[in-house]
């Protein structure tokens, strides 16, 4: 098994009989989520497998029959289709999945993430407080944008969060959240904010065979001050140099629901000839990223690699593809967490991060009410497959 498999300490008895109930915006993800924990169950050998604690600990699938169908009006209902008494119960949604439709009157209508979360809203009400305990897997966080005022306006991140968890929700699992601070929201409650920066480091140096990973060579850049955190704490476990930017914004127009940037500020040491990190925790449009990667170029780097865990495209790939045809970007780092355009897979600058084990990993040490720590601080898994890559061992 995998070396995360073997460090987890999983002594504990489940804390209840593990289910999965993903909504249909999430269904390709839970399908090897799913294939994962099969496996690894097994797999897995325990004097204690056989007892009633462990009752239907190893079975063919932990997904439960669920469904959310719509009226011709719109309207909608949640349906779970078998027991989930006393299950430990993870739900899991994607309310960016816009690919998804439902009949509005004769017409086909585009969910959005509202449509999504009230769908997991009615699956929440269908279990009924039946469930021993809920886990709400929600790898993009509904409204997560929206998650400070700074003018009379709704916050409808905190909104949303403390709306869960008064509906029964014990945790929410969410990946590189847009501010984290939203979960003091639910001070009581379980939040976790979870990083995917080793699966993107991973798949960039399984791609990528010729990368000189030191000060000299590689760089990690933030396009703007709110990734900050992000840029610093790869830098630092690669042992690289981190630079900047800061959006010069024309705060007297509103555009689109936001303040035009009128230039991109750099902040940092030379880049010339030195390969470029560029992390963020969306690509949105794609606008800023490759405003600042067309910076970057200008200052004579030399590769750029972009990461974001959530790949929107809301603009489109077209600014991507000549983008790349202009030499401006090497490679497009994102994951399937949330939906991902067939289109978007067959791009020659694109790779996809696949974080399914991750996710199984994370259901499996939660279903044992074991610690999760050592998962969420993947400095050490990053210091190893680093130094396989250098000694030129296949990642």
């Not at 500020?265 to 990190?277: A, N, T």
Request: charged share 25%; hydrophobic share 40%; glycine share 6%.
């Amino acid at each position: 098994m995998a070396i995360a498999e073997e460090e987890r300490n999983l002594n504990t008895i489940p804390v209840g009989t593990l289910g999965i109930i993903s909504l249909r915006s999430c269904e390709d993800l839970s399908r090897k989520v799913d294939a994962y924990l099969v496996k690894w169950r097994e797999e897995r050998e325990s004097e204690h497998k056989d007892s009633l604690p462990f009752a239907g600990y190893q079975r063919k699938t932990y997904l439960l029959k669920a469904n959310t169908p719509r009226f011709g009006s719109g309207e909608g209902k949640g349906v779970i289709l078998e027991s989930v008494r006393g299950y430990d119960l993870y739900i899991m949604v994607d309310v960016t999945n816009h690919s998804m439709t439902y009949s509005l009157f004769g017409d086909d209508n585009h969910m959005s993430p509202d449509d999504h979360y009230q769908d997991l809203k009615r699956i929440i009400a269908a279990v009924g407080g039946k469930a021993r305990r809920i886990t709400v897997i929600m790898p993009y966080l509904y409204e997560s944008r929206q998650h400070k005022r700074s003018a009379r306006e709704s916050l409808d991140c905190a909104i949303a969060l403390q709306e869960l968890v008064r509906m029964g929700v014990d945790h929410i699992i969410t990946f590189d959240s847009h501010d984290p601070r939203v979960q003091n929201a639910i001070p009581l409650n379980g939040f976790e904010n979870v990083p995917a920066s080793y699966q993107f480091i991973k798949n960039l140096l399984r791609h990528v065979r010729d990368l000189q990973i030191d000060a000299s060579h590689m760089m990690v850049i933030s396009p703007d001050e709110g990734g900050m955190k992000r840029a610093i704490y790869v830098a630092n476990v690669l042992g690289l140099d981190m630079g900047m930017f800061y959006k010069r914004r024309d705060y007297t127009r509103v555009v689109n629901g936001r303040n035009p940037i009128l230039a991109h500020e750099f902040l940092g040491s030379d880049v010339e000839g030195k390969d470029m990190i560029i992390i963020d925790d969306m690509i949105s449009s794609g606008e800023s990223v490759l405003e600042v990667a067309a910076a970057l170029k200008e200052r004579k780097a030399a590769r750029i690699f972009i990461f974001a865990t959530f790949g929107l495209f809301t603009g489109g790939l077209d600014a991507f593809d000549k983008a790349y045809e202009d030499g401006i970007i090497t490679r497009v780092l994102t994951t399937n967490l949330i939906y991902q355009k067939p289109e978007l897979l067959e791009k020659e600058w694109y790779l996809s991060t696949d974080l399914s084990k991750y996710i199984a990993y994370l259901i499996d040490t939660l279903n044992h009410d074991s610690s999760i720590s050592e998962l969420l601080d993947p400095v050490a898994r990053i210091h190893r497959v680093v130094a396989r890559y250098k000694a030129g061992e296949e990642i």
